[in-house]
T-cell receptor, first 114, second 114 residues
Framework: NAGVTQTPKFQVLKTGQSMTLQCAQD?????MSWYRQDPGMGLRLIHY???????DQGEVPNGYNVSRSTTEDFPLRLLSAAPSQTSVYFC?????????????FGPGTRLTVL | EDQVTQSPEALRLQEGESSSLNCSYT??????LFWYRQDPGKGPEFLFT???AGEEKEKERLKATLTKKESFLHITAPKPEDSATYLC???????????????FGQGTILTVHP
């Protein structure tokens, strides 16, 4: 049981390049989310999903796309990288039951856009 | 406008000196309030979920409480290993798929000196 895995751990891009951050969970959780964390800004929600085929925008969705074709995977795509997207990106997986609600985070991807 | 506000931004304690962290929220229709711990360079680690005013949960030296406007994370006789950033987040009912997203505060950086 690996929990939430993210790849890569580190990435350097040039302005205008595109890439996909991978996220996978093996807990069969319906809910998954992508956050970015910047100094002094806390965790800000980019996109989230409440099940396979269902995604929605968070607070800061511009410049990012997501899809959820399976329960396990929730990739985040940067369409044309900009220096403002330099950040640490966290993927999370969440179990929401009748009497319990728990969210697990991955280890993060540190992205630098030059 | 801020929906989730944490205070203080930073807190320095001596080992054994008990204190509390605050998380105030202005959302309506609260469905859950979450506390996380984050160590440098790592993803947040789930601590507690509180659902209704008056609810309390405990884990080792930590105790979380909830009122209609705020939550407190009480730390009793802290140790240096309790040093971390503590984050709170809320889930509230805003229609649509809003049940799938959490809104985070900016965190409190706790340092416990031996």
């Amino acid at each position: 049981n690996a929990g939430v895995t993210q790849t890569p751990k580190f990435q350097v891009l040039k302005t205008g390049q595109s890439m996909t951050l991978q996220c996978a969970q093996d807990m069969n959780h319906e809910y998954m989310s992508w956050y970015r964390q910047d100094p002094g800004m806390g965790l800000r929600l980019i996109h989230y999903s409440v099940g396979a085929g269902i995604t929605d925008q968070g607070e800061v969705p511009n410049g990012y796309n997501v899809s959820r074709s399976t329960t396990e995977d929730f990739p985040l795509r940067l369409l044309s990288a900009a220096p403002s997207q330099t950040s640490v990106y966290f993927c999370a997986s969440r179990y929401r039951g009748r009497s319990t609600d728990t969210q697990y985070f991955g280890p993060g991807t540190r992205l630098t856009v030059l | 406008e801020d929906q989730v506000t944490q205070s203080p931004e930073a807190l320095r304690l001596q080992e054994g000196e008990s204190s509390s962290l605050n998380c105030s929220y202005t959302v309506s229709g609260l469905r859950g309030l979450f506390w996380y711990r984050q160590d440098p360079g790592k993803g947040p680690e789930f601590l507690f979920t509180l659902y209704s005013a008056g609810e309390e949960k405990e884990k080792e030296r930590l105790k979380a409480t909830l009122t209609k406007k705020e939550s407190f994370l009480h730390i009793t006789a802290p140790k240096p290993e309790d040093s971390a950033t503590y984050l709170c987040a809320v889930q509230y009912n805003a229609g649509g798929t809003s049940y799938g997203k959490l809104t985070f505060g900016q965190g409190t950086i706790l340092t416990v000196h031996p």
